[in-house]
């Protein structure tokens, strides 16, 4: 594993509180990372921040949401060669402790997409809110029915891929609310797909973008988006 070249994908808008500890938790893992924050367009510190913390920086010039940030690290796993990436969102909610148990499916060839499910682990931690745990119930149900795995935190954007997928997310990657989208086009070109058991914490900084009517945006559009993709041609 300490040979692979690892890239890790920290998408942040308005995260000038948190990146500091994050971006230290990260530093101090066993394993060596590179570090890239996408600041996606903030209209606080957090390019500042990050670059202060010891990241990487790549400002974007206007807020492209989540899936654009992410799109924009993956070109860079394209352009710079490295053999597997991970995201860690830039509120702190993802716990730097369990990277590496994202990691190692992915890095020992076992899957392209590996998911850190909160709902698999028994160590307790933040589960989010009743609403949108309902939210997640239902895309839970709805990946699982179509792909016939078992999806039990489709939402989390704690997450490692592979090489051979981060190439085909730097061509596409979903715009709005993208990871449920995601497990599915992920499964349509054969990707092999698999979650680990994580906690999670509450955000450490910042608002979630995800909230009041946005979340009933969230559920239409994603779930057209999936339906539209279940029906391309596989590959």
Not at 25 to 30: M, T
């Amino acid at each position: 594993m300490k040979s692979k070249k690892i890239l890790i994908i920290i998408p942040a808008y308005n995260e000038e509180k948190a990146l500091p500890r994050l971006i230290a938790e990260l530093k101090s893992l066993p394993l060596p990372l590179d570090l890239l924050v996408v600041n996606d367009g903030s209209r606080d510190q957090t390019a500042e921040a990050a670059r202060q913390a010891g990241a990487w920086v790549v400002d974007l010039p206007c807020n492209l949401g989540i899936g654009g940030a992410m799109q924009t690290g993956f070109k860079y796993v394209s352009q710079e060669g490295y053999d597997a990436a991970a995201q860690v969102d830039g509120d702190g909610q993802h716990n730097p402790v369990d990277l590496l148990k994202v990691l190692e499916p992915v890095l020992q060839g076992e899957l392209d997409l590996s998911i850190g499910s909160r709902f698999l682990s028994d160590k307790g931690g933040f589960k989010s809110t009743f609403t949108r745990r309902l939210g997640i119930s239902f895309f839970s149900t709805l990946l699982s029915a179509l792909t016939g795995l078992p999806v039990t935190d489709p939402t989390s954007g704690f997450r490692a891929v592979s090489k051979k997928l981060a190439l085909r997310f730097a061509e596409y990657y979903p715009v709005d609310f993208p990871e449920p989208e995601a497990i599915m086009i992920a499964h349509r070109t054969g990707a092999r797909i698999g979650e680990v058991p994580v906690s999670m914490r509450k955000r450490l900084g910042g608002i979630s973008s995800i909230r009041y009517w946005k979340t009933v945006y969230y559920m239409f559009k994603v779930t057209l988006a999936i339906l539209i993709d279940r029906l391309k041609k596989k590959g």
